[in-house]
């Protein structure tokens, strides 16, 4: 089985390409935009900016499966004047180019990583987002995801070639960056929170979560023509995941109550209001269709993988 990695570079590339590399029946190659000291091996590529004009030809020779996790990732803090524009040109024109020169070159199946937000950013406490709702993405991040998979699905109809959607919610796990970072920051440091009364449910999932799940995409035949969601299958409120941070960093939760209203109120006044409802509001997401057209589950528990994340932390700290 040959195998294209797209992103390879990034926090779930560099995950997943380690792993393809350690399975015995499964020759791996990688697609990178530019070339550096770490990706100077064999079997790499350089393809340059991703849009509609990459040519991916070298890269696809002799391939049978493109896992596609390149793309341009959603941004707290936007700073591009037109960010519908942006988005646009790499995770729809630039996946569109890579899928059907993916097509030309005789790839039977093409893993799409997309993610939770094409479902929407927020469910209520007692409710799930599932594989087969009817997507609402709310921002341009997740409308050019959303926009990708609709054009992908009818390649494949057309084409015969098989396609794989897997849509995860926040990835964590060894190196992890952005908005998990800082919190294991201020927790490590004991820092005082404002969200002891949170009381949300949120599905979050280790990277070697993803990764096995992705893997398993890769030669399940049951896979074919799905969209599946992912999480670790054990949902934690903001003030829950803290302690268990805490408790792996061997250090104080250090968690007082403030009103969720009046956490929100302030963070709208100090332009934080989305940071502020990532943390205080739900989602959740239901894995059972993947777990059923899959006979897969979580091969890492929760605690298992924040456990794996904080020694990671640790030891980057030494």
């Known amino acids: 089985m040959n195998v294209l990695l797209t992103g390879a570079n990034g926090f779930l590339g560099r995950a997943l390409k380690k792993d393809l590399e350690s399975r015995p029946a499964i020759t ?10 770490e990706n100077d091996e064999p079997g790499s ?20 499966v493109v896992i596609h996790c390149a793309a341009r990732v959603h941004i707290m803090n936007e700073t591009d004047t037109a960010p519908e524009k942006a988005f646009r040109s790499v995770n729809v024109d630039g996946t569109l180019q890579l899928a059907h020169q993916a097509i030309a070159a005789g790839v039977s199946r093409f893993i799409f990583i997309s993610t939770i937000k094409v479902n929407g950013d927020l469910t209520a406490r007692d409710e799930a987002f ?3 709702d009817v997507p609402c993405p709310s921002d341009a991040y997740a409308q050019s995801k959303w926009e990708a998979e609709q054009e ?85 409120s903001t003030a829950v995941l803290i302690r268990r941070l805490a408790h792996f960093l061997d250090a104080k939760s250090r968690l007082f109550d403030i009103p969720v209203w009046m956490l929100v109120a302030v963070s709208t006044m100090l332009g934080k209001r989305a940071l502020t409802l990532r943390l205080c509001e739900s989602l959740t997401v239901d894995i059972s269709k993947t777990i059923q057209t899959l006979g897969w589950s979580p091969p890492y528990s929760l605690d298992e993988g924040l456990k794996r994340t904080v020694d990671a932390y640790k030891d980057a700290k030494l």
């Not at 697609?31 to 550096?36: E, G, K, L, P």
């Not at 004009?53 to 002799?62: Q, R, S």
């Not at 009364?197 to 979560?209: P, W």
């Open 28 to 37: 791996s190659s990688t697609a990178y935009r530019s070339r550096t000291s």
């Open 45 to 64: 590529h350089i393809v340059g900016d991703i849009d509609a004009h990459t040519n991916w030809a070298k890269a696809l020779e002799g391939v049978n």
């Open 130 to 132: 599932y594989a087969d």
């Open 152 to 236: 992908l699905t009818a390649l494949a109809k057309s084409s015969g070639m098989e396609l794989v959607i897997i849509r995860p919610p926040l990835v964590y796990g060894p190196g992890v960056k952005a908005n998990f970072l800082t919190l294991l920051n201020l927790v490590d440091k004991g820092i005082p929170l404002p969200l002891g009364s949170v009381d949300n449910s949120r599905s979050i999932v280790f990277v070697g979560n993803l990764v096995d799940l992705i893997v398993t995409c890769v030669e399940h035949q049951d896979a074919a023509n799905q969209v599946f969601l992912i999480s670790d299958s054990d949902d934690v």
